[in-house]
């Protein structure tokens, strides 16, 4: 069983469209007149949703460039649109429009079924009077660059939306929403996911019911359970992948180093404070990279540090596979740690990664649960 198996494995049990479905089975409500799904698994969790209700329903579906296959494209019930992440583009502002005529186009006894998954923050804006898409862009950019914390950069944006914080949902007005959400931030807080898009704690006139129905904790519950039944010994599971990556690095490569044989599962959400001019990378390539350095020259360890969405970063790697060989030319003898030294103190992971053969590409991924290492000691 390898960790790339593993790391499957946990995403296959998260998977929007199996959790939507599954979710759905437990509910008693009648039929949505309306689905808006919205988010890097908003694809996914929309075709969750039609496989439960077996027909067609009227689908608006906000997500990320290249997130809309050939098949929901095709669909004559959907009306879809792609924006940017993880910084909102103009698009974002056009699908934040589209989303807030939508919710106000229900009344009576329409009822809706909002689907939300991470990325909701930058997918979708309507922001209040005053501020701009180049002033929006210009600060998203530096709170990603700040090392800012999801919690600390979502109430920001909340405040300049006139749809975050639970102040889209004030303008519906028919009878019942449910909404599921796909839970990306720590503690699976209903305020932060996706900025509270989908709170609905200043709704008035009508029902609301909210489930979360994917988050880390049961990705990482997945791991546990199949490694258990492969004979593979869990050392560690736990939600504490919250820190700066450097730090995060040397605390995960000495507990490897000192600890016992086994599989260690870690989930979260790293952060990373960038140089100006960053290269190309993320903060699951970052963490990999420095967790090689940390680890050069361990022959029985082996970690694969990667984002559950399948992106890291503005690239197209979900992270990285390392090992204590990954800096060093077993055939040659060239050692790259000074390089590796040099990538990460330029935010420039990927090419050296990518050179090393140790990325991690698996395309969207249809679910989004934060971030996963698995570290395998033989």
Known sequence: ?????????????????????????????????????????????????????????????????????????????????????PVPDEQSLIAGELLLNTVKGLSGDDNLLFLV???????????????????????????????????????????????????????????????LLISDVRDDKLAVIGSGIGSHHLLKNADCHTCIIASNAKARYAIDQHAHEQGIKVQYNREDLYD?????????????????????????EPTIKLPPNPGKGGRNQSLALALAIELCGQQNIEVLVAGTDGTDGPTDAAGAIIDGNTLTDTKTGIDYKQNAQQALLAADAYPLLADLGALLVTGPTGTNVMDLLIAHKK
């Open 117 to 179: 998954s991470g990325g909701a923050s930058a997918l979708a804006e309507s922001l209040i009077d005053g501020v701009s898409r180049d002033e929006l862009q210009l600060l998203n950019n530096r709170w990603l660059s700040e090392g800012l914390i999801i919690d600390q950069i979502n109430e920001q944006r909340a405040q300049l939306s006139q749809i975050k914080g639970g102040k889209l949902l004030t303008h519906f007005n028919g009878n019942l929403v449910e909404v």
């Open 1 to 85: 069983m390898t960790l790339k198996q593993l790391y499957h494995h946990a995403l296959d049990k998260v998977a929007g469209s199996k959790a939507v479905a599954t979710a759905l089975t437990y509910t008693n409500h009648q039929r949505p007149a309306q689905i808006i799904a919205l988010g890097k698994a908003a694809a996914d969790m929309a075709a969750g949703a039609w496989q439960h209700y077996c027909g067609k329903i009227p689908t608006l579906i906000i997500t990320k460039y290249g997130h809309v296959n050939d098949n929901v494209k095709a669909a004559d019930w959907v009306n879809f649109i792609e924006a940017g992440h």
């Open 244 to 268: 700066d990556v450097y730090h995060l690095a040397k605390r995960i490569g000495r507990m490897l180093i000192e600890g016992p044989q086994g599989l260690y599962i870690l989930g979260g």
